[in-house]
Nanobody, 123 residues
Framework: QVQLVESGGGLVQAGGSLRLSCAASGLTFSRYAMGWLRQAPGKEREFVATISQGGTITYYADSVKGRFTISRENAKNTVYLQMNNLKPEDTAVYYC????????????????WGQGTQVTVSS
């Protein structure tokens, strides 16, 4: 049974930082590209960042480019999202997801999902 478990969310002031983690089990982690997507209240889920199986290729949404960094440790079956200079518009539930190919920016491209972790940025 595949499980993706996110952690690290919370409440932070604008300009602050958070680091999200996603621990994977039940799948061959190194064979999957990993992504972070988010969903704000009343909005559709949107792409944030993705990283290739080996960790050498990354893509970011324009809204987070230069502020967020995705990384992974295949030995620990874990993917991270370092979020700096957070803004109130970053407030959302953040989801970790696994995709069979790199470059997945649509929800439909992802096979497995975590339960999400709440990030709230106060102004």
């Amino acid at each position: 049974q595949v499980q993706l478990v996110e952690s690290g969310g919370g409440l932070v002031q604008a300009g602050g930082s958070l680091r999200l983690s996603c621990a994977a089990s039940g799948l061959t982690f190194s064979r999957y590209a990993m992504g972070w997507l988010r969903q704000a209240p009343g909005k559709e889920r949107e792409f944030v960042a993705t990283i290739s199986q080996g960790g050498t290729i990354t893509y970011y949404a324009d809204s987070v480019k230069g502020r967020f960094t995705i990384s992974r440790e295949n030995a620990k079956n874990t993917v991270y999202l370092q979020m700096n200079n957070l803004k109130p518009e970053d407030t959302a539930v953040y989801y970790c997801a696994a995709a069979p190919t790199i470059g997945a920016i649509r929800q439909a491209n992802y096979t497995y999902w975590g339960q999400g972790t709440q990030v709230t940025v106060s102004s």
